[in-house]
């Protein structure tokens, strides 16, 4: 499973506050919140990739931490942020990030976006969360579809689950490769976004809460 994982460095979350507050455990092996530390040990535990949030007001990221992380391993680092503009998808690449997600519900441009981000050599990951959104990554060929299982207009306070993922999944595109993001609060939720078709799993407030362990 932790093949098919991908990490969140999200500092705030707006439902449970700081989240690099306290210190971790890898292997009975006290570890401090330092995030290009914990990056390097995630990296050596296999997993597929991270997100780095950069959105400063509410979710305490920024692009120093996107560059610190991108420079310090060698997996693929998505930028997770409230993209707007060319501009926007530029800087990401600047940072040194591979991937970029674009939220259809945050960008009324989503399809340019999507086209230019795959022009520049930056993976769009194209983020959705109810049926005609998944209806509009399908109508732009979205190859790469994150389904979050939480509402990112209500800036992720509400009670999502892995359900939604079982849901909208079945309206995904033939073809796309599909990631269930938020609300996964254990290895069993984890599981059963795989087992749906899932072909990975963005685990974020679990992973720093302690709930979900890695390796």
């Given amino acids: 499973m932790i093949s098919k994982v991908i990490i969140d460095f999200k ?11 306290k210190s971790m455990v890898f292997n009975n092996h006290a570890l401090g919140r330092n995030p290009v ?23 305490g990221g920024s692009l120093g931490l996107l560059r610190s992380i991108a420079s310090a391993v060698s997996l693929p680092v998505l930028r997770k942020d409230f993209i707007a503009t060319e501009g926007d998808l530029y ?24 086209e230019k981000a795959l022009s520049i050599g930056l993976r769009p990951v194209v ?55 938020s609300g996964i609060s254990s290895r069993s939720d984890a599981q059963k976004a795989l087992d749906a078709g899932a072909g990975a799993v963005l685990v974020g407030t679990a992973f720093w809460q302690g709930a979900f362990e890695i390796p």
Avoid: Q, W
């Fill in 127 to 181: 983020e959705v969360h109810t049926h005609d959104e998944m209806r509009l990554a399908a109508s732009i060929g979205a190859g790469v579809i994150g389904i979050n299982n939480r509402d990112i207009t209500v800036l992720e306070k509400d009670a999502g689950s892995v359900d939604l993922t079982l849901e909208l999944i079945k309206a995904a595109p033939k073809g796309a490769f599909v990631i269930s993001e």
């Fill in 11 to 21: 500092p705030v979350s707006p439902k449970y506050g700081d989240l690099f507050a």
């Fill in 37 to 59: 530390d914990v990056a390097r040990r995630l990296e050596k535990a296999g997993v597929l990739g991270l997100s780095v949030v950069t959105e400063s007001e509410h979710f």
């Fill in 91 to 114: 800087e990401t690449l600047d940072c040194g990030a591979k991937g970029v997600l674009l939220i259809c519900s945050m960008a009324e441009n989503v399809g340019a976006l999507h």
